[in-house]
């Protein structure tokens, strides 16, 4: 049977709700799943129902906060949006002050297209934990969608002096410095990002634009200069990336008959060519039509 409720000013847990709070933390250390997280939760609630001790409070309020936002992040990372916003704003029930709860639901509403409350929440964020970088990579992109680039380059940087390894910052940026033709500054940034996530194809397009804009080519089978045209590597580039995907696309298709053109294999760039274009929408097909009437030429 739970012991007994304990006065308000009483500043130990009782018995009870050390074992409880003990539990929860134990749980919270293994804690992957949404049920495991709401099994913390249900443990800091049952200290809550049988002690009002300060302590005891102050710690349950402050672990089901943790443990209610984590759930959260997990639902929305499943797309279940709804849910995650009802366990964020619990959270906050729990504690007022739960920075991580409140930078959640300023994600979810920049997602809805709600920018004004979501920069409201992010600045929220910072009031709170004024070192959290990914507040101001994230006020950094809702100013993009504004089209105020000066104030995005200056959000990036206010997250990139608190976190230099925050990769999503730095591709932010660099994509910002190009658009405004910052080349070389963008050029920084896209490397450092390239640096942190070399997997990361979004940014290996993005770099790969800034250089082709800097002069420093790198298309292997179709480039201008050709000090840099090299069909044989390109085909090996093309094979990595047929490994890559699950099934080949009409832009790597197109890719592939350019290099096979390069090195004077025409008969089969023709054949890959029209593969190209029984994929493509318009106006890339026509694009890709005029090409195979090239490799048809030899």
């Known amino acids: 049977e ?29 804690a992957q799943t949404d049920d495991e997280y709401l099994a913390v939760v249900q443990r800091c609630r049952y200290a809550l129902a049988i002690d009002k001790s300060p302590h005891a409070a102050g710690y349950a309020g402050e672990l089901a ?25 619990e ?36 009031e709170l934990n004024p070192e ?28 990139i002096e608190i976190d230099p390894d925050l990769g999503v910052a730095h591709a932010g ?19 450092a990002a390239e640096l942190l996530a070399p997997e990361d194809n979004a940014i290996a397009s993005s770099r790969g634009d800034l250089l082709v804009d800097l002069g420093r080519y790198g298309l292997l089978a179709t480039c201008p200069v050709e000090h840099f045209r090299d069909g044989r590597a390109a085909l090996e580039y093309v094979a990595e990336a047929e490994r890559l995907l699950p099934s080949p696309d009409d832009i790597l298709l197109d890719t592939t008959a350019a290099a096979l053109a390069s090195v ?29 009437a090239l490799y048809e030429q030899g």
């Not at 943790?66 to 995650?84: F, I, N, P, Q, S």
């Not at 054949?271 to 318009?282: C, D, K």
Request: charge should be negative; aromatic fraction near 6%.
């Open 132 to 159: 959290f970088a990914k507040a101001y990579s994230n006020l950094a992109a809702l100013a993009v969608v504004e089209g105020d680039y000066a104030e995005a380059i200056v959000q990036y940087q206010h997250a």
């Open 91 to 126: 959270a906050l029930r729990c504690r007022s002050d739960c920075w991580r709860a409140v930078h959640n639901l300023g994600i979810l509403a920049a997602q809805a297209g709600e920018n004004e409350i979501a920069r409201e929440r992010f600045v929220e964020t910072l």
């Open 264 to 292: 004077g294999r025409f008969n089969e760039a023709q054949q890959v060519a029209r593969q190209a274009i029984e994929l493509a929408p318009e106006p890339d097909a026509s694009e890709y039509r005029e090409r195979l």
């Open 65 to 89: 906060a943790w443990a209610l936002t984590k759930r959260g992040e997990l639902l929305a990372d499943a797309g279940r949006d709804a849910e995650a916003e009802v366990d964020f704003r």
């Open 2 to 30: 739970p012991e007994s409720y304990v006065d308000a000013d009483t500043l130990e847990p009782t018995a009870r709700a050390r074992d409880l709070l003990t539990e929860a933390q134990r749980l919270a250390t293994e």
């Open 173 to 191: 940026c660099g994509r910002v410095c190009h658009m405004v033709g910052e080349l070389d500054l963008a050029l920084r940034h896209l490397d």
